[in-house]
């Protein structure tokens, strides 16, 4: 018996020799169940620019002969093992000849092999030159958790630790992609022409997983929102609607003890290791300040951002790599449009840019921006792809967030003591009165490398609701909404944003703003995803009365003003020309060959503001009659011209 088995094993190995020229896959038994724990990416493309690395996780699983078979084309180029006996780096030379289909990564031992399928797939047509988010756009930030609950069924798995509990304000709620989908046709009618969801993959923190930040598998979408199917279904069916899909994601950080690797990592400087737990400075300024320490730009990239989400080490090649093909695996898989990068400047700057390179190398129209939450132009410029800073670092990352601009907005459109997230930089205190602070910090322009790849916003998830910072007044709220519709860059609202939404309790913190979206739920009081239901409202999210009608109101408002934007050529891609503001009011002009937008805003929240129109001349004489954006009324402008408090202006003319 001893012999026959021996013969036996000799033939199988004899069937793999590559020097055969043929192998048969039913004479290799499947890898048995934990074998082969994890191979990442999941799969792979011909035609791809990136050289693949396979990351191979299992018990011992370096100490096996590693070779693919299937097909000619793609083979193992090297092995590389890692500080863990349980992982291996494998290259894989994927030719340009290479035959899309399943391959086999054959492990051998002793004279025992057992195989694990990989797939090569065929590149779509057209991949590489895939668009991506511009000025054109107006995106629309979701938390899934929050938005609408399209399955119940999977509100709770047993594979994850948090359950659903809608009672508990910092808990999960049971949003999903399928309460997305369910709603994509109210997102286009709103005017949005772009979606950006707050993470999806799995976290599986014990609490407050709902927001998706700590990572415990990169590949995997969090099974209490769906599946990896599901978000590409998703994907497509929003491109149905002519809406994009940018991906939040998030490189410099993971669950800390959720994370599959937590407890076994590849090489010990994976992470970011210390004798005792040492967080992140927070200081941005120690990674563009020519006279910094060493050690204040250490703990800046190297510091934990919090003790639940460990800190990745990007100066790992092999997690560097890995972290390249993730993105372009989930571009690639899923048919993404856009990236959305959390807190950008902790990642260590060299490779990250490295990583955007690598990105915008296999799509090169594919825009990716970084959170720089930083309250200067200058500090926020240093980040952005190709500006000219005096060190000679170039970022490569495309856009960056307009944290100055939602700063002084706030100072400007803001009630008394109004704006702001706890403990995070903001502008004034607010009241109103003086557009100046929006002004001088448009007048700093001339810093930005690419003026159109800036994403304006007034707030986001992890900032005050807009309905917080007007302290809930529909004038205000009206006039900051418009000036980021009309002003330059790509703009981003909140879901919720277009109703004036605020706060559920902000002595929560993170939780209390991060409401629900009435009428994603069964049994919700209102649906605002319905006109009717938008009209009926009478409470707001922390039990006060507010008027019946009002978020009505607005939801029009901001329709009315996003639609047109969506088609205004001159809002995507005109100049501004904008003159100081006086005590009356701020006036700026979009425009270019054949249109002039002309926007008058009066920040006082009792006066009126007469239009200094002659004080315009330059660009204002000759151009007539034009028509109220909002009213479709035909309007002249002279000097005469008043506007109310609070209230703004938008004429467009054509030339």
Known sequence: ??????????????????????????????????????????????????????????????????????????????????????????????????????????????????????????????????????????????????????????????????????????????????????????????????????????????????????????????????????????????????????????????????????????????????????????????????????????????????????????????LLQYFKQWAIWWIEYSGLDGFRVDTYPYNEKYPMAEWCKAVTDEYPNFNIVGECWIGSPASIAYWQKDNPNSDGFNSNLPSIMDFPLMNAANSVFGAPQGGGRPGQQQGGRGGGGNARALYDVLAQDYLYHDLDNILTFSSNHDTRRMGDIVGKDPARFKAMITFFATTRGIFQIFSGDEMMFSSADLRAGDPGLRVDFPGGWEGDAFNFFTDEGRAAADVDFDGEPIEKGMRKDVFDYCRKLFQWRKTADVIHNGKTLHFIPNRGGYGYFRYNDTDTVFVFINPSATEPARIPWSTYAEISDGLGTGTNVLTGEKVTITDETEVGPMQTIVIEYKK
Request: aromatic share 12%; hydrophobic share 40%.
């Open 1 to 318: 018996m001893k012999i026959l088995s021996s013969f036996l094993a000799g033939l199988a190995l004899l069937a793999m020799t590559p020097a055969c020229g043929r192998f048969n896959p039913e004479q290799v038994p499947d890898a048995a169940p934990g074998a082969v724990a994890h191979v990442e990416p999941l799969s792979w493309w011909t035609g791809m620019k990136l050289p693949l690395q396979l990351l191979i996780n299992g018990p011992e699983i370096s100490t096996y002969d590693i070779r693919i078979e299937g097909g000619s084309g793609v083979s193992v180029k090297a092995v590389n093992k890692a500080e863990s006996p349980n992982y291996v780096f494998v290259d894989v030379n994927v030719a340009a000849s290479a035959k899309p289909g399943t391959y086999w990564i054959v492990f051998s031992k002793d004279g025992q092999s057992f195989k694990v399928p990989y797939e090569i797939a065929q590149r779509a047509k057209g991949s590489a030159d895939r668009k991506s988010f511009t000025t054109a756009d107006l995106i629309y930030l979701i938390m899934p958790d929050r938005f609408a609950n399209g399955d119940p069924s999977n509100d709770s798995t047993e594979d994850t630790a948090e359950k659903a509990d809608r009672t508990s304000i910092g808990s999960r709620h049971g949003g999903d992609l399928q309460g997305i989908i369910d709603h994509l046709d109210y997102i286009a009618d709103l005017g949005a022409t772009a979606i950006w969801n707050t993470p999806l993959l799995l976290d599986n923190d014990r609490r407050g997983s709902y927001h998706g930040y700590a990572a415990a598998d990169y590949y995997k979408i969090d099974p209490r929102f769906g599946d990896n199917a599901l978000y590409k279904e998703f994907v497509t069916k929003a491109h149905e609607k002519g809406l994009k899909v940018i991906m939040d994601i998030v490189t410099n950080h993971s669950g800390t003890t959720t994370h599959w690797w937590a407890q076994d990592l590849p090489f010990q400087d994976w992470i970011h290791q210390f004798p005792e737990y040492t967080g992140s400075n927070y200081a941005f300024s120690a990674l563009s300040d020519p006279h910094a320490s060493r050690r204040d730009a250490m703990l800046m990239d190297s510091g934990w951002f919090t003790r639940g989400m460990v800190d990745m080490n990007l100066d790992n090649p092999y």
